[in-house]
Structures are given as C-alpha cells and as structure tokens.
C-alpha cells in the first residue's frame, strides 16, 4: 500500500515537474539564447560554429545545455508557490495600504459586488465617482444605483459582514480570489485554513486529493508560463538593447513579451477559481475528520505530563514517573488485538 502510493505521488510529480517546469523553461531559455546569439552574433555563424564540431563536443554542449535547463527547471518547481505569490499581489503588501497599486479598486470592487447600493449612496452624498468602480463591461449611468453581485463576490472577494472588512483584499484579481477560498472556511467555521489545512488534506479521500493536485497544477501552469514569459522579455530587451536592435525589434519582443504573461495571467483566473471551490468544499464536507482526530483535553494533559515524565528520564536519569498517565491513556485508547 505505501508502494502504491509512493509510485502514485512519483508519478504526479513527473508530470507536475514536466509541464509546469521542465517544457515552459526549455522554451523560454531557448528563446532568450536565440535573442542572444542574433543580437550579439547571427543564428548562421552559430549554426556553422555547430556544424564544425566533432561529434564528442556536439554531445558535451547539447549535454551542458540540457543539464542547464534542468538546473533553471528545478529552480522553477522549487518556488512554485513563490510564483503564484507573486501574482498574487504579496510583495506589494509591504507598502502602505492607501499606496499599493490596485487596493482602492479591489476595495471598491469588493463592497460594491457584496452590498452594492450602499456603496453607491456613500459615493453620491460625498460627490465623488471614479470611473474604475464599475465591473468590467459594466458602466454605471448618472443617477443608476449599483445593485449587489453576490454571485461574483463570492468567488472574488472574502465576504463583507462589517465596515471595513473591503479593506482586507490584495491589489490583484488572483490574490482576491484565494483570499476569499481562505477566509471561507474562518468565516463559516472558525477553522483557520493557514493552521489547518495541512492538516485536513492527509485525511481526504485520495480521489479528493488527487483531484485538488490537478486543479492546483492547472493553475501553476499558466503562472509559471507568464512568469517566464515577462522574464524572457526583460532580459532580452536587455540583451536587445545592449546589442543596440532596432527600436522595433526590441518593442516587438518587449511587447510581445508581457502580452503573453498578461494573456496567461488573466487564463489562471477561472483556474483559480476552481481551485478555491476545492479547498471550501474540503472543508465544508471534511471538515469533522479533523475533530475525529484530534486528541481530547484529557489525552492532551496525560501526554504532555507523560512526555514530560519521559523527557526528564531521558535527559536526567530521573525514575520513571508516567505510569498514571500513560495507564489513563491506555483506558482511554484500547489497543485492538489485531495491532
């Protein structure tokens, strides 16, 4: 059975390894050395170069590169979580509220998707409006009230019980939407899914868990894509510049660039989505196997007494004292005959 599921979790770390790492990093790195070889050189001269070398040092070179690709690849899937972090919005978390980039939007987006109308009466009594308060394709006429798209908050934003609560959110649409998966189940339950999570997932069942791992590697997918992506075209525009191109090539590439990044990112939203599902079903329909398993106050006492007792007799040669203890456990937790 632990083979099993060993050869299981080999298995889905290859594949997670492979098209989350290995394919996007191969890409991209070539990529980047072919902008390279023709900025500071031409793609013939190099295909010549190639085509003059001995078959034992074609093979040392193809070898190095390849074992390059392989080293950035396992830098990828070593921060694979640093990665959607990142797109998250945390690094900008460090500056102060009112300045991060996109705060004042998400807080808007947040109350106005939750409450709606209030909102909007608060804005009209103070003779504000600001053109970035209305949902995408949804523009707000003179004098039209915002109605409440809870629908939409849900996914989007933590839920909204009091004032201020709008102010919790992070400055892009990604973070928002984990945020709100993450609050759920504190919100709800009074489970704390940083604390709890880790220790809910070994209890689902496998089919649940396997199914999280897919939805959790599509959404890394595209990340990581649009990670590379926007790092292959500053470092290129760097080499592009360096190699002085032409302001076309290097807007072309620049450009280009950050559009794919920006296009993957926005593709990781729906996947960040169902991801958030997965984790408030966990803990909507799972949640009793964590009170299953935890211990009782009583158990909780007796160990920590019987450790304590056990601690002293291994460090000080002190006589063994856990007996009453370990016996009221035993009371407590009969060992089966078959264990």
Same mark, same amino acid.
């Given at each position: 059975?632990?083979?099993?599921?060993?050869?299981?979790?080999?298995?889905? /770390?290859?594949?997670?390894?492979?098209?989350?790492?290995?394919?996007?990093?191969?890409?991209?790195?070539?990529?980047?050395?072919?902008?390279?070889?023709?900025?500071?050189?031409?793609?013939?001269?190099?295909?010549?170069? =190639?085509?003059?070398?001995?078959?034992?040092?074609?093979?040392?070179?193809?070898?190095?590169?390849?074992?390059?690709?392989?080293?950035?690849? *396992?830098?990828?899937?070593?921060?694979?979580?640093?990665?959607?972090?990142?797109?998250?919005?945390?690094?900008?978390?460090?500056?102060?509220?009112?300045?991060?980039?996109? /705060?004042?939007?998400?807080?808007?987006?947040?109350?106005?998707? =939750?409450?709606?109308?209030?909102?909007?009466?608060?804005?009209?009594?103070?003779? +504000?409006?600001?053109?970035?308060?209305?949902?995408? *394709?949804? +523009?707000?006429? +003179?004098?039209?009230?915002?109605?409440?798209?809870?629908?939409?908050?849900?996914?989007?934003?933590?839920?909204?019980?009091?004032? *201020?609560? %709008?102010?919790?959110?992070?400055?892009?649409?990604?973070?928002?939407?984990?945020?709100?998966? +993450?609050?759920y189940p504190l919100l709800h339950y009074g489970i704390d899914s940083i604390y709890f999570w880790p220790r809910l997932f070994p209890l689902l069942p496998k089919?649940?868990? @396997?199914?999280?791992?897919? /939805?959790?590697?599509?959404?890394?997918?595209?990340?990581?894509?649009?990670?590379? @992506?926007?790092?292959?075209? =500053?470092?290129?525009?760097?080499?592009?510049?360096?190699?002085?191109?032409?302001?076309?090539?290097?807007?072309?590439?620049?450009?280009?660039?950050?559009?794919?990044?920006?296009? /993957?990112?926005?593709?990781?939203?729906?996947?960040?989505?169902?991801? *958030? %599902?997965?984790?408030?079903?966990?803990?909507?329909?799972?949640?009793?196997?964590?009170?299953?398993? =935890?211990?009782?106050?009583?158990?909780?006492?007796?160990?920590?007494?019987?450790?304590g007792d056990i601690t002293d007799f291994i460090v000080s040669n002190v006589d063994p004292q856990w007996g009453r203890p370990q016996q009221a456990h035993r009371r407590r937790h009969p060992? @089966?005959? @078959?264990?």
């Open positions: 059975m632990v083979t099993d599921a060993l050869a299981q979790l080999s298995t889905v /770390f290859r594949r997670r390894f492979l098209f989350n790492a290995l394919l996007p990093t191969l890409v991209f790195v070539s990529l980047f050395a072919a902008v390279c070889a023709s900025s500071f050189g031409s793609l013939i001269e190099l295909s010549d170069w =190639w085509s003059h070398l001995d078959i034992l040092s074609k093979a040392l070179w193809a070898i190095a590169y390849l074992a390059t690709i392989w080293f950035l690849a *396992g830098a990828v899937a070593s921060q694979w979580r640093g990665i959607v972090r990142l797109f998250e919005g945390y690094p900008l978390t460090r500056l102060p509220r009112r300045r991060m980039p996109g /705060f004042t939007w998400h807080s808007r987006q947040a109350r106005r998707l =939750w409450v709606g109308d209030h909102v909007a009466e608060t804005l009209r009594s103070s003779g +504000e409006r600001s053109t970035d308060e209305t949902d995408e *394709g949804d +523009e707000a006429e +003179e004098g039209e009230l915002y109605e409440p798209r809870q629908d939409l908050a849900y996914y989007r934003y933590r839920l909204i019980e009091h004032d *201020g609560d %709008e102010y919790d959110v992070l400055p892009t649409r990604l973070g928002n939407i984990l945020l709100a998966a +993450e609050r089919q649940f868990q @396997s199914d999280y791992e897919k /939805f959790q590697q599509q959404l890394e997918f595209p990340l990581v894509v649009a990670f590379l @992506s926007s790092m292959t075209a =500053w470092l290129g525009g760097l080499a592009l510049l360096y190699a002085e191109a032409t302001p076309e090539l290097f807007l072309a590439w620049f450009a280009g660039g950050n559009l794919v990044a920006y296009l /993957f990112y926005v593709l990781s939203i729906t996947n960040a989505e169902e991801l *958030g %599902e997965q984790q408030r079903t966990a803990f909507d329909l799972y949640r009793h196997l964590l009170l299953n398993q =935890w211990p009782t106050p009583s158990d909780v006492r007796d160990e920590r007494k019987a450790f060992v @089966s005959p @078959s264990n």
